[in-house]
């Protein structure tokens, strides 16, 4: 009895921990989103103050003409420079909290197999078919598991790929627009 005490007590200590890394690391990742858009809050201020004075220095409709289409494209690029940091900051968060995730999970099974191998070895006789519909049950619980982590990681990578293909392409456009119109 104590040592199952001592296995629950042990596995509530990694519980604990397991929560307080993964609030720790949620935390870490909103600190860092949230200097992320006071910085670019900033630099947008900046940016139109600077548009501010260079339209009123406009003397000519043309030369308002170009200066609109150089704002233009500098706040598209400022755009999917802003969007491309934040899909990559969420982006890595995620990842992080998955991998935090997935060793949880790993670990959950490993200890309900030990457990499940424990009860096999102490099991009175003819409860084989109970420990094999244990383990048949684990062994489908992990296959599933390791299922859906594939498919996901497989959807987050296809994703990822279209972005910066979006990205890429989107940045292409806006330059080439720019330059049809001087």
């Known amino acids: ?7 629950m007590s042990d596995y509530q200590k990694s ?16 600190e860092r989103l949230f200097a992320f858009n006071l910085e670019a809050t900033k630099l947008s201020l900046d940016e139109t103050a600077k548009n501010m004075q260079a339209m009123s220095g406009v003397s000519d409709v043309q030369e308002l003409h170009n200066l609109r289409s150089k ?14 940091n934040l899909y990559e900051m969420t982006s890595a968060a995620q990842a992080e909290l998955s991998t935090m995730l997935e ?3 790993a670990g959950f ?3 309900f197999a030990d457990n499940i191998d424990k009860v096999a070895k102490s099991a009175p006789a003819g409860s084989d078919v109970a420990v094999a519909a244990l383990k048949s049950s684990l062994a489908a ?14 959807a987050a990578s296809y994703a ?14 806006a330059t080439g627009a720019s330059s049809k119109r001087k």
Do not use: P, W
Request: net charge neutral; aromatic share 4%; charged share 25%.
């Open 1 to 7: 009895m104590a040592t199952v005490n001592q296995e």
């Open 15 to 30: 519980a604990v921990d397991t929560a307080v890394k993964f609030a720790r690391t949620s935390v870490d990742n909103v």
């Open 71 to 84: 704002l233009a494209e500098n706040s598209l690029e400022f755009a999917m420079g802003y969007s491309r």
């Open 103 to 105: 060793e949880q999970v």
């Open 109 to 111: 099974q490993k200890h």
């Open 141 to 154: 619980t992990t296959a599933l598991m390791d299922s859906v982590t594939k498919a996901t990681k497989q």
């Open 160 to 173: 990822d790929a279209g972005i910066k293909a979006a990205s890429s392409g989107n940045a292409k456009a």
